[in-house]
């Protein structure tokens, strides 16, 4: 015992005679100031920085989380005044706004920003928000922030060298927030549903065209987002912003929508399906943004502009605190209320907002390249123009919410996403025999080549029946009165645009295992014909009336095989069932 009172002793002592932090043995000049604007952070330099705060000053923790495909963890930083970073205790009196860096490393604004907007409130070189604490992922693609060079970025002007838009695997980790292909995007999740924020940035920067603006906001779409929170998206937050912005001189558009195209003709809003980040955090009710600065404005420019955005947007924050906190809790309880659930959209024709767009002159010339048309912008001619901005959406295809899903055991792979998404499952106990709605897939498009990693299905067609279906013991069941309910209906419904069965997860059920030889199914197909009167009347039908299927004898052995007992039920039949 004397020991250990001694040892403790020597403890206390040594941590008594340790210097006070001393800001002045530190120098938080990032490297985008010593460079007068004109290069970026390392990821090196980016983590150090950080670091350094956060060993300074007590309002901010750095924290590693899970893995990257770069063999690195994520870090996420925190910025709260009350020096408290227990999320469960921050949800309860702030609201969290999260800042995502360097998805697209090649366009890293957002990461010089917030390493100055980190360092600008600990200092108090700007007002501390009393409702807000922050967190920001300082470079999430970090196997394409290692990647670095100056080449890659064809249309942008700085910095001197920058990351790679891929990331240790190539993948885009802007598309892979619902398949989860990558551990960047699986410890994402895991970040995410930590922190459950309600506001989300994502920095990037913007192509497509030229105009005057080094600002443009994209906006989750608020039809999609829904209800208040749409609402207040649509008419509080975005013209909010839009002013405050307006007032310090940095004036912002929406996103231009557009390639190959003048911006003077009008555009529309983009959708971010749940592939992208913004897309994804609006399934769980986060109000989300991408930061889209100008590629051909200077990179001090970009980023000053950044930093400002992101000021303003904690100061909305700040000010409609208790707002955006009930306008969260209401949303959950009113979408369960529904008969329907949107699973995509599409733009509404019949409204519109007009924007007074401050672009340039462009006029169409022959490409002495190619001979044939482009378009050529004259910088020296700015102008300001009344055009059709079109920002309302309206559905396109819904769904009948059911009460539940259920989801074999065996396809762990889905699975394991849904847990990782914090979705409520619920294992049988034994096994049970249940009516269920089944979906047969009927038809499909996919792409021709691969994207992401995959190829993907879209305009998917079903038809469905009820069937007494057998369960294993360990199947689950997934109630849709829960949190993750809009994450639920968006993976789990094949005909939903970011569905797992679009991201191949159930392709197994698209090829056929059994099938016949001819010589012998002949005999037995004959028998069939010849003992079942009705069918033999649809078959000579659609031979009568289908030329192709006439002229095809396999193609009519084979339609005879699908109609008979032999044909197996799993083939073509979604894996995941309904319960109404």
């Not at 603006?213 to 608020?222: A, G, I, K, S």
């Not at 059994?514 to 079942?532: H, I, M, R």
Request: proline share 5%.
């Amino acid at each position: 015992m004397l020991k250990m009172k001694n040892y403790i002793l020597l403890v206390l002592i040594i941590v008594a005679c340790e210097k006070p932090k001393n800001p002045a043995n530190y120098n938080f000049e990032t490297h985008f100031e010593t460079s007068n604007g004109l290069e970026t952070a390392t990821y090196q330099e980016t983590i150090t920085f950080y670091k350094n705060l956060a060993e300074v000053y007590n309002e901010i923790s750095i924290d590693s989380i899970g893995e990257t495909d770069a063999s690195k963890p994520l870090h996420i930083v925190t910025f709260n005044p009350d020096k408290e970073f227990d999320f469960n205790k921050i949800r309860e009196e702030k609201r969290i706004v999260f800042i995502n860096n360097g998805i697209h490393p090649g366009e890293p604004d957002g990461i010089d920003a917030t390493m100055l907007l980190y360092r600008d409130l600990v200092q108090g070189k700007i007002d501390i928000p009393k409702q807000v604490a922050l967190v920001t992922i300082p470079i999430y693609n970090i196997g394409g922030s290692l990647n670095r060079n100056s080449t890659s970025r064809t249309n942008q002007n700085g910095p001197i060298a920058y990351g790679f838009r891929g990331n240790s695997q190539n993948y885009d980790l802007n598309r892979d927030f619902i398949k989860c292909d990558t551990r960047n995007a699986k410890t994402f999740t895991k970040i995410f549903h930590k922190v459950k924020p309600d506001v989300f940035i994502d920095n990037h920067v913007s192509n497509g065209a030229n105009y005057q603006y080094t600002l443009t906001h994209l906006f989750t779409q608020h039809n999609k987002l829904g209800d208040k929170l749409g609402a207040y998206l649509h008419k509080e937050m975005v013209p909010t912003l839009e002013k405050k912005l307006a007032d310090k001189n940095w004036d912002i558009t929406p996103y231009v929508n557009i390639f190959n195209q003048v911006p003077e003709k009008g555009f529309s809003q983009f959708i971010d399906y749940p592939r992208y980040s913004t897309g994804y955090t609006t399934l769980f009710n986060t109000l989300g943004m991408m930061v889209e600065t100008h590629m051909l404005k200077p990179y001090k420019q970009r980023v000053e502009g950044t930093y400002e955005l992101m000021k303003s947007m904690i100061e909305i924050a700040e000010a409609d605190s208790e707002k955006i906190k009930n306008l969260r809790k209401e949303i959950p309880l009113l979408t369960h209320k529904r008969e329907k659930y949107v699973l995509d959209w599409e733009i509404d024709t019949t409204k519109f907002t007009t924007l007074n767009f401050k672009g340039f002159e462009a006029k169409v010339v022959t490409s002495s390249i190619t001979n044939f048309k482009r378009i050529k912008y004259d910088s020296t001619k700015p102008f300001t123009k009344k055009i059709k901005y079109q920002n309302y959406f309206t559905p396109k295809l819904e769904v009948k919410i059911p009460q539940a899903y259920i989801i074999p055991k065996s396809w762990y792979n889905a699975v394991e996403l849904l847990k990782l998404n914090q979705v409520e499952l619920q294992p049988l106990k034994s096994d049970t025999i249940i009516n269920v709605e089944t979906y047969k897939i009927e038809d499909y498009e996919t792409r021709s080549s691969p994207y992401e990693g995959h190829y993907l299905h879209y305009d998917v067609k079903i038809s469905k029946s009820y069937e007494n279906i057998e369960f294993s013991k360990g199947d689950l069941i997934v109630p849709t009165n829960q949190d993750a309910f809009r994450y639920i209906i968006a993976t789990l419904e094949p005909q939903a645009p970011d569905s797992f069965f679009n991201w191949n997860f159930f392709d197994t059920i698209l090829q056929q295992k059994e099938g016949f030889s001819p010589y012998v199914w002949e005999d037995k197909a004959l028998e069939l014909l010849q003992n079942n009167p009705k069918l033999n009347m649809e078959f000579i039908q659609r031979k009568t009336n289908n030329p192709e299927f006439r002229n095809n004898w396999y193609a009519q052995l084979d339609w005879l095989h699908k109609k008979s007992k032999h044909y197996e039920k799993a083939h073509l039949r979604y894996p995941v069932f309904r319960i109404e």
